[in-house]
């Protein structure tokens, strides 16, 4: 299981402070970095201009720092008494399925969502097109699964 | 024959290195101070919690998150817009046609979800964490999107 913090920690202010700081540096960073530009992202996957591999592989070697630091160094975190850890998931047939689809829409669009939240603040408007996509995307993912999960328990006790 | 590596970087590499430090810093902010290792696409499933009563959209863990990735997007797109503001010369749009922004996007958020996340979620969160199942992801994704982005650009779509 990931870290999580409970909805009345969520409207603690100096959580919700940090929050907010943490995803301003964020944003700024794939502004800076021009991943918030379709075009920048498509040119990078048709091996035009690779100079993206060093936003996420630079991202990734700062947050594996931070990561290994923290879980030596220090115990919990300070706001909410969450012990450090890495983020892990279970390596199934989903995440490669989910890896494909997203790779295909990756490449169809050259968006992703924090890319697309930033584009947006740049005042890429037409990146609306797209956010819209995203969340019907994950609405349709969630009702197939809840009908797939049910069709399953139902499987399960008509024995 | 030697590979002309400079062909391959013809914007450098710096914008995307400082960029792709600031995405990392943001995560470590964040991290630093409440231990949450936060993607951006637990926040479209999230948010859809407020307005749809579907099972697998209102799990525990999305209600008990769904405010602080609220302030986490924003704070992303007020990044973005600060960039656009200052060092950014201002707003623009992207010429990438809508059809391929919406139908990209609506696969980019059935692929996140099903595969349990995204560029930010398993490219530096997990890639930072060292997790199998996120290498796994992002490897498959990069490959997938290559692949596709081949295709489209091939078949004569611009932009």
Redesign the interface.
């Known amino acids: 299981m990931?870290?999580?913090?409970?909805?009345e920690d969520?409207?603690d202010p100096?959580?919700?402070a940090?929050?907010?700081?943490?995803?301003?540096?964020?944003?700024?960073?794939?502004?800076?970095?021009?991943?918030?530009?379709?075009?920048v992202v498509?040119s990078f996957?048709?091996?035009?201009?690779?100079?993206?591999?060093?936003?996420?592989?630079?991202?990734?070697?700062?947050?594996?720092v931070?990561?290994v630091g923290?879980m030596r160094f220090l115990d919990?975190?300070?706001?909410?008494?969450?012990?450090?850890?890495?983020?892990?998931?279970?390596?199934?047939r989903?995440?490669?399925?989910?890896?494909?689809?997203?790779?295909?829409?990756?490449?169809?669009?050259?968006?992703?969502?924090?890319?697309?939240?930033?584009?947006?603040?740049?005042?890429?408007?037409?990146?609306l097109?797209?956010?819209?996509?995203?969340?019907?995307?994950?609405?349709?993912?969630?009702?197939w699964?809840?009908r797939a999960?049910s069709a399953a328990d139902a499987a399960a006790t008509a024995d | 024959m030697a590979l002309d590596v400079a062909a391959l970087f013809p914007n450098g590499v710096l914008p995307y290195a400082a960029g792709g430090l600031l995405v990392g810093l943001g995560v470590v902010v964040i991290y630093a101070g409440t231990g949450i290792i936060a993607g951006a696409s637990t926040f479209l499933e999230s948010t859809l919690s407020y307005v749809s009563g579907n099972a697998r959209l209102n799990r525990p863990k999305y209600l008990a998150s769904r405010d602080w990735r609220v302030v986490f997007t924003l704070g992303i797109v007020g990044g973005g817009a600060l960039y656009a503001l200052t060092l950014g010369g201002g707003a623009w749009t992207t010429e990438v046609q809508p059809w391929r922004l919406l139908a990209g996007g609506v696969l980019v958020g059935a692929g996140t979800r099903l595969g349990k996340g995204c560029t930010s979620g398993h490219g530096v969160c997990g890639v930072g964490s060292r997790s199998p199942a996120s290498i796994v992801n992002v490897v498959i994704f990069v490959l997938v999107a290559m692949v596709v982005a081949a295709v489209v650009a091939a078949a004569g779509v611009v932009p």
């Open positions: 990931s870290a999580s913090i409970s909805a969520g409207r100096r959580i919700i940090v929050i907010f700081a943490g995803g301003l540096i964020f944003g700024a960073g794939l502004a800076v970095s021009e991943m918030v530009r379709p075009e498509l996957l048709t091996w035009d201009d690779l100079g993206l591999v060093f936003v996420m592989g630079g991202a990734s070697v700062v947050v594996g931070a990561v923290a919990r975190a300070p706001l909410t008494g969450v012990a450090y850890g890495r983020r892990l998931r279970t390596l199934d989903n995440v490669v399925a989910g890896g494909v689809v997203f790779g295909a829409g990756w490449g169809l669009s050259g968006i992703c969502p924090g890319a697309g939240y930033a584009s947006l603040g740049v005042g890429n408007y037409p990146i097109w797209g956010i819209a996509g995203m969340f019907v995307g994950a609405y349709a993912q969630g009702v699964r809840s999960a």
